[in-house]
T-cell receptor, first 112, second 109 residues
Framework: EAGVTQFPSHSVIEKGQTVTLRCDPISGHDNLYWYRRVMGKEIKFLLHFVKESKQDESGMPNNRFLAERTGGTYSTLKVQPAELEDSGVYFC??????????FGPGTRLTVT | RKEVEQDPGPFNVPEGATVAFNCTYSNSASQSFFWYRQDCRKEPKLLMSVYSSGNEDGRFTAQLNRASQYISLLIRDSKLSDSATYLCVVSSGYSTLTFGKGTMLLVSP
């Protein structure tokens, strides 16, 4: 069975540009989470979808970040406009229940 | 105070050594506890859940002390392949995970 996939694996953009990250969950997983690790810091929660609904978005840093999960399948996380402090690794995790979470390989975002 | 605090690393140990990691958490409402393992530039992977009664999985033993809000992980007979960063993770029961910064383990021949 395929695991959680994320695209792209790396992205280098300039400050002020827009970037969209994508996460494809394991088939049948209704729970989808976004996390971020900024260099030197711990992995931090951004938001949680159950199917297409946002269950918890308390970790979203500001309104430059927009997450969607239309149809309850894949999810996108858009950063617009990107700032230098947005650089980091963005992980997606999915689970059939709220107890289990399988992480994708992450997208390494560098904002220059 | 950070929500999850772990021993600073890295821990450098020879093969065959026993190594222990400690972790404390600040949210007394935390309900679920885990150790994750993360290899360099890879995603975190669940190593084991941690239960109040303590649990063991091969060479790995995890302990939880709710009164002290303390979690530990013991690795016996370290292997080269155990080299990784070990992440202490807690959840309040609403499924979002709160991570520690991790402790790096380097096992040398």
């Amino acid at each position: 069975e395929a695991g959680v996939t994320q695209f792209p694996s790396h992205s280098v953009i300039e400050k002020g540009q827009t970037v969209t990250l994508r996460c494809d969950p394991i088939s049948g997983h209704d729970n989808l989470y976004w996390y971020r690790r900024v260099m030197g810091k711990e992995i931090k929660f951004l938001l949680h979808f159950v199917k297409e609904s946002k269950q918890d978005e308390s970790g979203m840093p500001n309104n430059r970040f927009l997450a969607e999960r239309t149809g309850g399948t894949y999810s996108t996380l858009k950063v617009q406009p990107a700032e230098l402090e947005d650089s980091g690794v963005y992980f997606c995790a999915t689970g059939a229940t709220s107890y289990e979470q399988y992480f994708g390989p992450g997208t390494r975002l560098t904002v220059t | 105070r950070k929500e999850v605090e772990q021993d600073p690393g890295p821990f450098n140990v020879p093969e065959g050594a026993t190594v222990a990691f400690n972790c404390t958490y600040s949210n007394s409402a935390s309900q679920s506890f885990f150790w994750y393992r993360q290899d360099c530039r890879k995603e975190p992977k669940l190593l084991m859940s941690v239960y109040s009664s303590g649990n063991e999985d091969g060479r790995f033993t995890a302990q939880l002390n709710r009164a002290s809000q303390y979690i530990s992980l013991l690795i016996r007979d370290s292997k080269l392949s155990d080299s990784a960063t070990y992440l202490c993770v807690v959840s309040s029961g609403y499924s979002t995970l709160t991570f520690g910064k991790g402790t790096m383990l380097l096992v040398s021949p």
